[in-house]
C-alpha cells in the first residue's frame, strides 16, 4: 500500500504510474487518482465533493454530518491509543498522519511518499502552495513536530506492519520513527 504525503519529494512521482492501492491526502484529487482520500479539512472535503472524486474519502467525525450524502463518505479511524498530550487529541491529528493511520487499517506493508516533514529553507514544503485552500509559498514553514510524533506513535502501535519511507538521499529519519519495522529507501526506487 502506497501512502502519499503532500511534500515537495514526489513532485516528479507519477503517481498513476505506481501499481500499488494508494491513500492520498488533501489535493493529490487535483493531480492523480487515489483509492482512499483523507480530507480533514473542511475546504478539501468540499473541493473533493465539488470535483466529484471516485475514491473512498475520510473526514473528521466533526464534519462527516455535512458531508454524510456524498456516496462513499467515512470518518477517519478512531486513534488506536489513548494518550494525555495535545498531539494525542484526534483534531490535532491533520491528513497526511490520518492516511498513514487509514492505510494500517488497510495492509500489513506500507511506503510513504511526500512525508518531508521539514523544509529546504524557511518556507512551507507543500507540493500544492500557492493554490486554493493552501499557505502562498512564502509562507513559513509548518513545524512538524505532531506529524512525527503522531506517525511515530503508529509505527510503535503495529509493530508486526512494515513501513517503507521514500525519501531523497540527504533526508535523515526522525529519531521517533527509528524502530525495527521502518525502513528508509530513496524516492528514486520508488518506480
Same mark, same amino acid.
Given at each position: 500500500m502506497l501512502v502519499i504525503g503532500n511534500g515537495e519529494s514526489r513532485s516528479n512521482i507519477n503517481i498513476d504510474s505506481i501499481e500499488d492501492?494508494?491513500? &492520498?491526502?488533501? !489535493?493529490?484529487?487535483?493531480?492523480?487518482s487515489v483509492d482512499h482520500l483523507v480530507c480533514v479539512d473542511r475546504k478539501m472535503m468540499r473541493e473533493a465533493i465539488t470535483n466529484k472524486y471516485q475514491a473512498k474519502l475520510y473526514t473528521r467525525k466533526d464534519w462527516f454530518d455535512e458531508f454524510k450524502a456524498y456516496p462513499n463518505t467515512n470518518t477517519v479511524p478512531d486513534l488506536p491509543y489513548k494518550g494525555t498530550q495535545r498531539p494525542d487529541e484526534p483534531f490535532h491529528w &491533520?491528513? &497526511?498522519?490520518? !492516511?498513514?493511520?487509514?492505510a494500517c487499517n488497510l495492509s500489513d506493508t506500507i511506503n510513504l511518499i511526500g512525508f518531508d516533514l521539514y523544509s529546504k529553507n524557511k518556507n512551507v514544503n507543500n507540493i500544492y502552495k500557492d493554490s486554493k485552500n493552501y499557505n502562498s509559498s512564502d509562507h513559513h514553514a509548518i513545524d512538524p513536530r505532531y506529524w512525527i510524533y503522531q506517525i511515530g506513535k503508529l509505527f510503535e502501535i503495529y509493530p508486526t506492519k512494515k513501513f517503507k519511507i521514500y525519501q531523497e538521499t540527504d533526508w535523515n529519519l526522525p529519531e521517533a520513527w527509528i524502530k525495527p519495522n521502518v525502513s528508509l529507501d530513496f524516492i528514486s526506487n520508488i518506480v
Open positions: 492501492t494508494k491513500v &492520498g491526502c488533501n !489535493a493529490i484529487l487535483r493531480d492523480f &491533520g491528513s &497526511g498522519p490520518y !492516511a498513514v493511520l487509514v
